[in-house]
């Protein structure tokens, strides 16, 4: 069972950047951040493989959200810029045993706990 915990959230100006982390517990494949808003289903944000050769972004985020990973480390990064009031949400880090990425939730295996991102107008 690997466990991922996030860290990096809270509250910014819009036109602020936020760096999220996720500390795995062990080696997984694939990593993504998902988010979700209040009344809101849960919706990708970006995804990378394990190989971080192979990355998806969601639209809204394309140009300023910028997903990577250190595998020595078994850390996931987010770094997020030019943040708008629509990008507050719930932030979850999650994985799976593949090494390929995925748009879907259904397809992780593994959640963290999530953090709080809030963006002021």
């Known amino acids: 069972q690997v466990q991922l915990v996030e860290s990096g959230g809270g509250l910014v100006q819009a036109g602020g950047s936020l760096r999220l982390s996720c500390a795995a517990s062990?080696?997984?494949?694939?990593m993504g951040w998902f988010r979700q808003a209040p009344g809101k289903e849960r919706e990708l944000a970006t995804a990378m493989s394990w190989s971080g050769g192979s990355t998806r972004y969601a639209d809204s985020v394309k140009g300023r959200f910028t997903i990577s990973r250190d595998n020595a480390k078994n850390t996931l990064y987010l770094q997020m810029n030019s943040l708008k009031p629509e990008d507050t949400a719930v932030y979850y880090c999650?994985?799976?045993?593949?090494?390929?990425?995925?748009?879907?939730?259904?397809?992780?295996?593994?959640w963290g706990q999530g953090t709080q991102v809030t963006v002021s107008s």
């Open positions: 062990g080696r997984t494949g694939a």
């Open positions: 999650a994985a799976r045993a593949s090494r390929l990425v995925s748009p879907s939730a259904n397809d992780y295996d593994y």
